[in-house]
């Protein structure tokens, strides 16, 4: 059974600062892999995605995940937080032979401070 | 924005009562899928449909049913509402590529 990961609950980083939060999965395949965002009381929107090939990956509004096979990671990465950034960031694995079923983590919680 | 309308938003419901959820999709996607996200657990899949009336179970589907009787619509039923079930519930639609799952904005039940 597919499983993911995110250590960090919190994550607290002051505007302009860079930003990393971490993802570890579990799959018996070659996954497929995301990243979401969520402001509240939104809904999921996709940052990014990786499915073969290149493994860093650029998103929207400016962030990036690298996959790593061998640690089984797929982190997100942003160089300078903005205060918009506040949010509720989630990583998923999927595999088309799942049925495109994505598991979530449990999700990291990013606060700004000014 | 993909195309995914949930109703109702919001709903406040009593134990022991049914509830409907409506999941419709103007993408014409084949997969469609039930999330339910509560805090520390992320989401976690319900049901979920490849077709027109082909459903599968997901992780946490006891206390659920569902029905697709059309390519855009996809309901979620409690047929006796608890308060363990009060949740957000995300609806999601998915290509037959797999390339993309998109999610509707939530549906708010609250159970009491």
């Known amino acids: 059974a597919q499983s993911v990961t995110q250590p960090d609950i919190h994550i607290t980083v002051s505007e302009g600062a860079s930003l990393e939060l971490r993802c570890n999965y579990s799959y018996g395949a070659t996954p497929y892999l995301f990243w979401y965002v969520q402001s509240p009381g939104q809904g999921l929107q996709l940052l990014l995605k990786y499915f073969s090939g290149d493994t860093l990956v650029q998103g929207i509004k400016g962030f990036e995940a690298e996959f790593k096979r061998s640690q089984s990671s797929f982190n997100l990465r942003k160089p300078s937080v903005h205060w918009s950034d506040a949010a509720e960031y989630f990583c998923?694995?999927?595999?088309?032979?799942?049925?495109?079923?994505?598991?979530f983590g449990g999700g990291t919680r990013v606060l700004v401070k000014p | 924005d993909a195309g995914i309308t949930q109703s109702p938003r919001h709903k406040v419901t009593e134990t022991g009562t049914p509830v409907t959820l409506r999941c419709h999709q103007t993408?014409?996607?084949?997969?469609m899928y039930w999330y339910r996200q509560d805090p520390g657990h992320g989401l976690r899949l319900i049901h979920y449909s490849y077709g027109v009336k082909d459903t599968d179970k997901g992780e946490v589907s006891d206390g659920y049913s569902v029905s697709r009787s059309k390519t855009e619509d996809f309901l979620l039923t409690l047929e006796s509402a608890t308060s363990s079930q009060t949740s957000v519930y995300f609806c999601a639609i998915g290509e037959s590529s797999g390339n993309t799952i998109y999610f509707g904005e939530g549906s708010w039940l609250t159970v009491v």
């Open positions: 993408e014409n996607h084949r997969y």
């Open positions: 998923a694995v999927g595999a088309r032979a799942a049925g495109n079923k994505l598991t």
